[in-house]
């Protein structure tokens, strides 16, 4: 809760004494509630339930743009559609040709994305992976103790758990070029 008197005139109005900030986590996407009496909690879950804002426990990107307009609030970041790659090459045209530099990942001299490697006290080494737009795509998990497992690879988009030959010359390069190739990256 916030004083009126800390927002700009352009943002004011007529209203007078305090007010809500409401922030959505995806987007950073803001709007102001000035609410009108003391009943303050149940006006807030009215106000959501009315705009319609979750559907499915989730926050309806549609509905959100409503609600932030309808609030006077400020669009930061536009919800981004999910975008479904179709790949149509015939496996002797995908071959990746991956190169590994710092923390990004190139095919064929292109950038196509980056990731994160931490290991913890267990000696699991995790490999987070992200697309050029820095969109997690994938986690990797592999067991330093084990030479001989495996990778254990779950893509963020369908939570489906792969396992794959750890190549211990070039984990990473082998790694990235099977998502590469699959179309992840």
């Not at 004011?12 to 909690?41: K, Q």
């Not at 990107?61 to 975008?83: D, H, M, V, Y």
Request: aromatic share 8%.
């Amino acid at each position: 809760m916030k004083k009126v008197e800390d927002l700009p005139w352009s943002e004011r109005g007529s209203h007078i004494g305090t007010y809500f900030r409401l922030t959505f986590n995806e987007t950073a996407n803001t709007a102001n509630i000035f609410p009108e009496s003391f009943s303050v909690p149940k006006q807030m879950a009215k106000l959501i339930v009315n705009s319609h804002l979750l559907i499915d426990n989730k926050i309806n990107p549609k509905s959100e743009r409503a609600f932030i307009l309808s609030n006077n609030g400020t669009i930061n970041k536009e919800p981004q559609p999910i975008t479904v790659v179709v790949n149509t090459a015939s496996a002797t045209n995908n071959t990746a040709d991956i190169l590994v530099k710092d923390n990004k990942i190139y095919n064929n001299s292109e950038l196509i994305g980056s990731f994160k490697k931490s290991t913890d006290t267990n000696n699991i080494t995790t490999i987070s992976i992200y697309n050029k737009d820095d969109s997690k795509i994938a986690d990797a998990t592999h067991s330093d103790a084990d030479a001989n497992a495996d990778w254990n690879l779950t893509t963020t988009a369908d939570g489906k758990t792969t396992q794959l030959l750890y190549n211990s010359s070039t984990p990473l390069e082998k790694l990235f070029k099977y998502l590469a190739e699959k179309g992840f990256l």
